[in-house]
């Protein structure tokens, strides 16, 4: 298991509102384990929906995701800094076009002057078209 081979691609991942999840990537398929803890993997052109992650800025690498769609059904925040550093979620869907929205998904230095910014701007209109 090494974080950085880790890669969600072309996938749907359902989680629980509420909990933090984390997703290990093997092969083809994936195996979540609940518990707090941090997300520390790249996700490309997936649609993640209500799965709360957990931005560890370090001592793990950090979330990557791209062309994927973050979506919140209940209207929780799903994106939680835990560092000082600035992370960028750029190129992501938000199931949304608010940027008043998308920041009520985020908890960053917007939140708490010792967290790390997350910056997804600028951000898909709508979902790519190679996310499910």
Do not use: K
């Amino acid at each position: 298991y090494r974080p950085t081979d880790l890669e969600i691609i072309n996938s749907t991942v359902r989680g629980l509102p509420g909990r933090f999840q984390r997703f290990r990537a093997y092969g083809s398929h994936l195996q979540a384990f609940r518990g707090s803890t941090t997300f520390p993997h790249f996700i490309v052109h997936s649609t993640l929906i209500d799965v709360p992650i957990l931005v560890s800025t370090g001592g793990f690498p950090p979330f990557v995701g791209i062309d994927s769609s973050l979506c919140s059904m209940s209207g929780s925040p799903i994106v939680t800094v835990s560092g000082s550093e600035d992370v960028d979620l750029s190129n992501n869907y938000w199931c949304t076009t608010d940027p008043a929205e998308i920041d009520a998904l985020i908890i960053d230095d917007a939140d708490n002057a010792s967290l790390g910014r997350v910056n997804y701007t600028p951000f898909l209109t709508e979902a790519h078209p190679l996310a499910p």
